[in-house]
């Protein structure tokens, strides 16, 4: 099993634009960062952080998270989330996320991941379409 450790952090950078707001979702009507897009990023941030942690076949896969959007943000700003791996049980990772602009915390939540051997993984989906 890889080294990884609670103390790990993560990180990614998007600047709000037409694609990730509310109403190009479908999420709401307004041009503002939308829910699902922080969903994401959340992921994103808290995958990227453990990446270098991992043998070489892994990966993780986001199985559960809890979230609260907090504020708006406008197209054009930044947004930035940051997780922190907390806790490890076997292969079940779980991160504390928080999301900011360049204003205020504008999300925060809890996410969880699995470490997966990737091949292993993807027959099993690929299993269902038989």
Do not use: C
């Not at 998007?14 to 979702?25: D, E, F, H, I, L």
């Not at 360049?102 to 051997?117: C, D, M, N, P």
């Amino acid at each position: 099993m890889a080294a990884w450790q609670p103390g790990i952090k993560g990180m990614a950078v998007v600047v709000v634009a037409g694609g990730n707001t509310a109403a190009a979702y479908g999420s709401g009507a307004v041009p503002v960062f939308a829910t699902p897009a922080m969903v994401a990023l959340m992921e994103r941030a808290a995958r990227v952080s453990v990446e270098p942690y991992l043998e070489q076949g892994q990966t993780t896969v986001g199985t559960g998270l809890t979230v609260r959007h907090l504020a708006a943000t406008p197209e054009g700003m930044t947004v930035t989330p940051r997780s922190e791996l907390v806790a490890v049980e076997g292969k079940k990772l779980l991160f504390k996320v928080e999301v900011f602009d360049e204003a205020e915390l504008v999300g925060e939540g809890t996410h969880e991941r699995y470490v997966v051997w990737e091949d292993s993984f993807l027959k099993r989906a690929a299993a269902k379409k038989e």
